[in-house]
């Protein structure tokens, strides 16, 4: 199967219909970053916290798998030079929406979130990557072409799902409304749908997805070379997911990519 392919599609599917992700900011929020007062986010609903980011005056930033007119278009407005790697041009299409409509300079490229073969050793200082790395099958290459790419000193600002959310059966969950363990994890998509599924998941615009367990998550940017500095957990709504009734569905981390001595 052509996983970026079938990811690429899903989401230009997800963008056509404005979906969560995909709805791009307004002018006004524009307009106040350029004044300082901005957030954004990596999971559902917490702010990054303000003392994860760096100085913005000058920054290289690249905003990794995180298109759809909302991150990149703010951090653009509010001094950051930016550039966005985004698997999906109807999402890349959204961030160049807004950066016309606001005379924002954004550099937008399409290609893989695994791939940074584009970028020169120690670009960037910073690096936004939202909730997306559930699309890929193997994070090793993830963190090791951020841990290329960024400065040192540089941060990493990473949003995932829990695990957890991946023990139970999405049809159940997601038309029922219960949570019926059917997983082994770490779980994958490719493994357990016969090819009728998956061309109604193309259909619907859904694309496969990657569970990873806590080591890959976190133990894979430890293992890169980066230092875990922070951390928080966040919910989702209850109309996502039933388990959001219970515990928190994602998890974000701020990892920062040692100086040398």
């Not at 109807?90 to 160049?96: E, T």
């Not at 991946?166 to 994958?188: H, I, T």
């Not at 080591?215 to 709504?237: H, K, P, R, T, V």
């Amino acid at each position: 199967m052509d996983l970026l392919g079938f990811s690429r599609q899903a989401w230009d599917r997800q963008a056509a219909d404005g979906g969560p992700w995909s709805t791009p900011v307004s002018t006004e929020q524009i307009e106040a970053a350029r004044q300082g007062r901005w957030a954004i986010r990596l999971t559902p609903n917490k702010d990054i916290p303000s003392h994860w980011y760096p100085d913005f005056n000058g920054l290289q930033l690249l905003c990794l798998a995180g298109a759809g007119g909302q991150q990149a278009p703010i951090l653009a407005a509010a001094g950051a030079q930016v550039t966005v790697l985004d698997n999906s041009p109807g999402q890349l299409d959204a961030d160049r929406t807004v950066a016309l409509r606001d005379s924002l300079e954004i550099d937008l490229q399409c290609g893989d979130m695994a791939d940074l073969s584009r970028f020169g050793d120690a670009r960037f200082g910073l690096i936004v990557h939202p909730v997306s790395n559930c699309f890929v099958p193997s994070l090793n290459r993830v963190w090791e072409e951020c841990y290329r790419v960024l400065a040192p000193g540089g941060r990493l600002l990473t949003g995932f799902l829990n695990p957890a959310f991946f023990l139970f059966d999405e049809d159940a969950d997601r038309n029922r409304g219960l949570l019926e363990v059917a997983n082994r994890l770490p779980y994958a998509d490719v493994d357990v749908f016969d090819p009728e599924e998956v061309e109604r998941r193309a259909a619907a615009g859904d694309a496969m997805t990657f569970s990873h367990s806590l080591e890959a998550q976190i133990g894979g940017q430890l293992q890169a070379g980066f230092l875990l500095a922070g951390m928080y957990e966040d919910d989702w709504s209850d109309a996502a997911t039933t388990l959001n009734r219970f515990m928190s569905t994602s998890i974000a981390t701020l990892s920062i990519k040692p100086v040398a001595r």
